[in-house]
């Protein structure tokens, strides 16, 4: 039985002993929860144990509850250390049904937390024992990890085809990538470097393009109309050429304006093998841009494998297997010359 000066030491704490009551219920051995042992059992199913209280002071001392019917066995020893006494026979000291109101948000806590439903399993006869947990409901996420991703591509022209190292190589990741922002409804804009002299974008590029590119006379991409586009702190994915130039310059601006570039090592070239690893070894060592590949942008900007897009992804993925190798050892994004 509890009377009123232990109601008033009970309360003198109460956010920090239920603090404690909650760490420590995982630890508790099952057997505590349940009436049934080896020698004794009642092969009735189990109520689920609840959180009550006292009535004489609801908050002041915490009751577990473990319903059973009228003929079941007692509970054994451990259990009865998980009933403290009540108030219910004790009128409570005044002022102490004000020290109990703290206890009012940890017992709601404790209530939802205590959602346990036992019953045995100690010998094949008994009846099967499950345990019951309340999970919050989990569903795939339908954000990407990437709020506003973009993709920039650079003035990949019919003209530059000869003259650029490993043209191919930048078509093949560049074409991947684009599959994977279509599938995805990623943002996609394209550009060509004076277009009347240098030829349209290249047909495996351009087939995978949701509108023309625009012609620009100026080396960084974020021209005006480009600039108005793109959402505010956009991550965008930049492929094309040159790396030291058109490159360059486009991540400069587009970190300058608040968005994220990341320069995509196996998607850029320039004229000059070296050239390019001058560049990505300059860009690197810039604040607020990141060189990384094709597929690491993929799959950063999707973010989880729960998501409904990521099969889209991964077929992208498995499909350039061969191609994204050959690319690899053809334009390492690292600074070795």
Request: aromatic letters at 4%.
């Amino acid at each position: 039985m509890m009377n009123s000066s232990s109601v008033s030491r009970t309360a003198a704490g109460p956010l920090a002993r239920s603090s404690r009551i909650i760490a420590l219920l995982p630890l508790l051995p099952r057997r505590q929860f349940s009436h049934c042992n080896t020698t004794r059992c009642s092969r009735r199913a189990r109520a689920p144990i609840t959180v009550s209280a006292s009535a004489s002071c609801p908050s002041a001392a915490i009751v577990f509850v473990v319903g059973a019917s009228s003929t079941a066995a007692p509970p054994p020893p451990g259990a009865a250390r998980l009933r403290p006494a009540t108030a219910a026979a004790a009128a409570p000291a005044a002022g102490a049904a004000a020290a109990c109101a703290p206890w009012s948000a940890s017992r709601t806590a404790l209530g939802t937390l205590l959602h346990l439903r036992t019953t045995s399993t100690r010998a094949p006869h008994h009846a099967a024992q499950t345990t019951t947990v309340r999970t919050m409901a989990t569903s795939p996420p339908t954000e990407m990890r990437f709020k506003n991703p973009a993709v920039f591509v650079c003035d990949l022209q019919e003209k530059f085809r000869n003259a650029i190292y490993e043209f191919d190589s930048i078509v093949l990741s560049t074409t991947k990538l684009l599959n994977f922002a279509k599938a995805l409804s990623i943002p996609i804009h394209a550009t060509t470097q004076t277009v009347s002299k240098l030829g349209p974008t290249v047909p495996a590029v351009a087939a995978l393009l949701p509108n023309p590119p625009l012609d620009k006379t100026k080396f960084s991409m974020l021209v005006p109309q480009l600039a108005a586009a793109l959402a505010p702190g956009s991550r965008v994915a930049l492929v094309g050429i040159e790396s030291h130039i058109c490159i360059t310059q486009t991540a400069l601006d587009l970190r300058d304006a608040g968005h994220v570039p990341y320069v995509l090592a196996d998607a850029v070239s320039s004229c000059n093998r070296a050239e390019v690893i001058v560049a990505l070894d300059r860009l690197r060592a810039e604040p607020g841009i990141v060189v990384t590949t094709t597929e690491s942008w993929m799959y950063e900007s999707l973010g989880d494998a729960s998501h409904p897009a990521f099969k889209s992804l991964f077929g992208v993925v498995k499909g350039s297997v061969a191609d994204t190798k050959r690319v690899l050892e053809a334009l390492p994004p690292t600074s070795k010359m």
